[in-house]
């Protein structure tokens, strides 16, 4: 095995008394926020959650034991502000927050977007850091109470205090990523992956590379339900073994023959062409095109958007897939957990 030529932070690697004595306010109770929250305080740290008084999570943070206030009042009250509400919400609660934000407290985020495209813009005299588990929140806190952890990242924009790097990795073993693992990035590095990954691979390139292989078949005579298993269903299968063990490891435990027809046919499905799409995409993300494009899409209420979520929303392969998970009950499990872990949106 080969080491990885990155510092791997782990719990000894941590100084506690960087958190311990202070307060963090944990703006929203979404996936990320109920989840720092609530392993920040299992830890002993001292926290408020910050909602508006009409916000709909109250209730539910309430009932898990903790502390509420306005994003205003807790931001006041606290020495790091933790800004878990929706990255497209966050310059508005910012503008609330910033007030209350004393020379040397720190601003953190759990993703960059907002430092690095600049809408929001910090006061000079504040640390500003990132905590980003990899992961969704209910991992976190499902992680956290089995005693494990959730890799994370950390990342220093501002360092007024010079201690900022240690209270982000503080921050993090409280939450239990230090358990697992803790590497430091940048605003720029994390932000400039995370939405070239999701965009060009993860979320954008997966969906299309499903829809058009199911199509494929569809409109070449086939039945809707075998392209459906064979195109989305089976696509957990394949993506578990590569989690497990890698690329070799998936092509290690699939047939011989699936091994060379893929082997032999994949470079021609995403070729120089999809090479060239993904450079192109990834410049839009490192010039800011992206990040202005989806800012007006979102001052101007959402119009391609509710769209194309519409189109994606109504197409064929989620009528005919509906029932077959139903049929199957395969991954009924995740499902409830899911409804389960919810929590409400305001
Ligand atoms: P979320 O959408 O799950 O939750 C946001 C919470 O913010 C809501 O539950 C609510 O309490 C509050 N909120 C919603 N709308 C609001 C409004 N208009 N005004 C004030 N408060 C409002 O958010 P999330 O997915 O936990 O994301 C929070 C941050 O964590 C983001 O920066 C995101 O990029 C980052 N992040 C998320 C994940 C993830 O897996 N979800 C992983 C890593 C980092
Ligand atoms: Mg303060």
């Known amino acids: 095995m080969t080491d990885l030529d990155t510092t791997v932070y782990y719990d000894d690697d941590a100084d506690r008394s ?18 720092h ?7 002993g740290v001292d926290v408020i959650v910050g909602l508006r008084e009409d916000s709909s ?14 994003p205003a009042e807790a931001a006041a009250e606290a020495d790091i502000v933790s800004v878990l509400v929706p990255d497209t919400v966050q310059p508005a609660v910012f503008e609330e927050i910033r007030d209350g934000l004393d020379a040397g407290d720190t601003l953190q985020f759990a993703h960059g977007f907002n430092i690095h495209y600049n809408q929001i ?9 990132m905590v980003a588990p990899k992961s969704p929140g209910h991992l976190v806190r499902r992680n956290y109470e089995a005693g494990q ?14 201690e900022a790097r240690d209270e982000a990795l503080a921050y993090a073993h409280a939450i239990g990523c230090t358990r697992a693992g803790v590497i430091e990035t940048t605003f720029r590095e994390e932000t400039e992956t995370d939405l070239f990954g999701e965009q060009a691979v993860l979320c954008g390139g997966m969906t299309a ?18 392209a459906y298993f064979e195109c989305l269903n089976e696509m957990k299968l394949i993506v578990d073994l590569m989690y497990e063990g890698g690329l070799s490891n998936m092509w290690h ?54 769209q194309l979520k519409h189109a994606e929303e109504t197409h064929e392969i989620e009528q005919v897939g509906e029932p077959l998970r139903d049929l199957f009950a395969w991954g009924a499990e995740d499902d409830e957990e899911e409804t389960a872990e919810a929590t409400a949106d305001d």
Do not use: C
């Not at 813009?121 to 850091?129: H, K």
């Not at 499903?210 to 809707?224: I, K, M, W």
């Open 253 to 306: 435990s699939v047939s011989d023959t699936a091994e060379y027809g893929g082997l032999t046919r994949g470079d021609r499905i995403i070729d120089e062409h999809a090479r060239e799409r993904m450079e192109e995409v990834l410049e839009e993300v490192q010039d800011g095109t992206f990040a202005r494009e989806w800012i007006a899409e979102n001052q101007t209420g959402r119009p391609s958007y509710t």
């Open 18 to 35: 960087q958190i311990d004595d202070k307060t963090v306010a944990v703006l929203g109770y979404g996936s990320q926020g109920h989840a």
């Open 121 to 129: 813009r910090p006061p000079e005299d504040v640390d500003v850091t």
């Open 37 to 43: 929250a609530q392993n920040l305080a299992d830890s």
């Open 57 to 70: 999570s109250r209730a539910a943070a309430e009932a898990d034991g903790l502390r509420v206030e306005t």
């Open 149 to 162: 952890g959730t890799p994370g990242l950390i990342a220093i924009y501002q360092n007024e205090t010079g």
């Open 209 to 226: 590379l499903v829809r058009e292989g199911y199509e494929t078949l569809v409109d070449a005579g086939y039945s809707p339900e075998m």
